[in-house]
């Protein structure tokens, strides 16, 4: 079946540019999560969707960082201006709902690049 | 400041031998927790999860016991098998659901030798 799919998989992009990041959860999937993964480091929490709706945006690493997430399905994920250390795997993660008991499948990530 | 810390970034075991990785957690209100696998250029996969109700969980080859007192949880792999090579993730969560996400470790890199 299908699973969670992030695109695009790899973007390289110039300090100063915008990027979007695109996340197709699984079917039916109400939660949605966004992460990413700075070099040596572990998976650092940015955002969660119920729904449509992100009740916390604090996660979030600057006002650079904004998600939206439209149908209860795709999100994006847009950093503006993009700077060196926002280099990082970015990943998405959904479940069948908010409880931290359902399994969070995981897309197999972004990898952004800023030169 | 990590509230889930797993100090081994690597860690090398001969096939057929147990695999134990371990993690520490600072952070009192977490009450469930889980282990992640990932293989280079694929998301994390759930593989085991715990319950602050009990002090272990078996699943097939995997176990994972919890120790309370001591913040610490482990992972036991017996026997370990060449596909379990891979980075493993720890990871822990408060039941105030999904708007706190998961809090991860930085992973510990599980080689399986021939």
């Known amino acids: 079946g299908a699973g969670v799919s992030q695109s695009p998989s790899n973007k390289v992009t110039e300090k100063g540019k915008d990027v979007e990041l695109r996340c197709d959860p699984i079917?039916?999937?109400?939660?949605l999560y966004w992460y990413r993964q700075s070099l040596g480091q572990g998976l650092e929490f940015l955002i969660y969707f119920q729904g449509n709706s992100a009740p916390d945006k604090s996660g979030l690493p600057s006002d650079r960082f904004s998600a939206e997430r439209t149908g209860g399905s795709v999100s994006t994920l847009t950093i503006q201006r993009t700077q060196q250390e926002d280099s990082a795997v970015y990943l998405c993660?959904?479940?069948?709902?908010?409880?931290?008991?359902?399994?969070?499948?995981f897309g197999p990530g972004t990898r952004l690049t800023v030169l | 400041d990590q509230q889930v810390k797993q100090n081994s970034p690597s860690l090398s075991v001969q096939e057929g031998r147990i695999s134990i990785l371990n993690c520490d957690y600072t952070n009192s209100m977490f009450d469930y927790f889980l282990w992640y696998k990932k293989y280079p250029a694929e998301g994390p996969t759930f593989l085991i999860s715990?319950?602050?109700?009990?002090d272990k969980n078996e699943d097939g080859r995997f176990t994972v016991f919890l120790n309370k007192s001591a913040k610490h949880l482990s992972l036991h792999i017996v026997p370990s098998q060449p596909g379990d090579s891979a980075v493993y993730f720890c990871?822990?969560?408060?039941?105030?659901?999904?708007?706190?996400?998961?809090?991860f470790g930085k992973g510990t890199h599980l080689i399986i030798q021939p």
């Open positions: 993660a959904s479940s069948r709902g908010p409880s931290s008991y359902n399994e969070q499948f």
């Open positions: 990871a822990a969560s408060d039941s105030g659901g999904g708007a706190d996400g998961l809090t």
């Open positions: 079917s039916g999937h109400t939660a």
């Open positions: 715990i319950s602050s109700i009990k």
